[in-house]
T-cell receptor, first 111, second 115 residues
Framework: AAGVIQSPRHLIKEKRETATLKCYPI?????VYWYQQGPGQDPQFLIS???????DKGSIPDRFSAQQFSDYHSELNMSSLELGDSALYFC??????????FGQGTRLTVV | GQQLNQSPQSMFIQEGEDVSMNCTSS?????WLWYKQDPGEGPVLLIA?????ELTSNGRLTAQFGITRKDSFLNISASIPSDVGIYFC???????????????FGEGTQLTVNP
């Protein structure tokens, strides 16, 4: 069965650079979530989209933005990167009355 | 925001032993989910619970949705080495366009199984 696809799996950026993370949800899933997970931490909710519209916003810095496109894939854009942005970034998707399934994540390292 | 308290934080057990972990919340959820996460990987869904009082099994895993909708537990029977990992509970209020559809995670339980 198709799963949530995230790219890239690993990304190394320098401080003040920009990064773009991509997420391709499971086909026919209409909701996408982005989570940030620091070392030894539980995943923290950043932002979600339902049918291409932002549906909820969590602890997402103003330097970050995200959108969901017409093909339902989503991108998380991160600017002016800081060392503290180093983390695992997960995308999850779910459809109507289905559970949320997570991608394998993108490990972002800011140096 | 809502907080989930998960315990224990870590467990060290021998292969073959049973394991129990739980989550409590100060407010209600309409769905409880249990995930397992291996290092550097995404959380993998183990069990989903939708009704207060519901008891659901998936192989050696059993989970219950507390009657108050503020707690849930996960039991693993006859543990094996591949059970090693971090187990997270997650609560969810709703679906779709509602703000309640976000997952709120517990702090995780690190399980170590000694052969």
């Amino acid at each position: 069965a198709a799963g949530v696809i995230q790219s890239p799996r690993h990304l190394i950026k320098e401080k003040r650079e920009t990064a773009t993370l991509k997420c391709y949800p499971i086909p026919r899933h209409d909701t996408v979530y982005w989570y940030q997970q620091g070392p030894g931490q539980d995943p923290q909710f950043l932002i979600s989209f339902y049918e291409k519209m932002q549906s909820d916003k969590g602890s997402i810095p103003d330097r970050f933005s995200a959108q969901q496109f017409s093909d339902y894939h989503s991108e998380l854009n991160m600017s002016s990167l800081e060392l503290g942005d180093s983390a695992l970034y997960f995308c999850a998707s779910h459809g109507l009355n289905t559970e949320a399934f997570f991608g394998q994540g993108t490990r972002l390292t800011v140096v | 925001g809502q907080q989930l308290n998960q315990s224990p934080q870590s467990m060290f057990i021998q292969e073959g032993e049973d394991v129990s972990m739980n989550c409590t919340s100060s407010s209600i959820f309409n769905t409880w989910l249990w995930y397992k996460q291996d290092p550097g990987e995404g959380p993998v869904l183990l069990i989903a619970l939708y009704k207060a009082g519901e008891l659901t099994s998936n192989g050696r895993l059993t989970a219950q949705f507390g009657i108050t909708r503020k707690d849930s537990f996960l039991n693993i029977s006859a543990s094996i080495p591949s059970d090693v990992g971090i187990y997270f509970c997650a609560g969810q209020l709703g679906w779709g366009e509602t703000s309640g559809s976000r997952l709120t995670f517990g702090e995780g339980t690190q399980l170590t199984v000694n052969p």
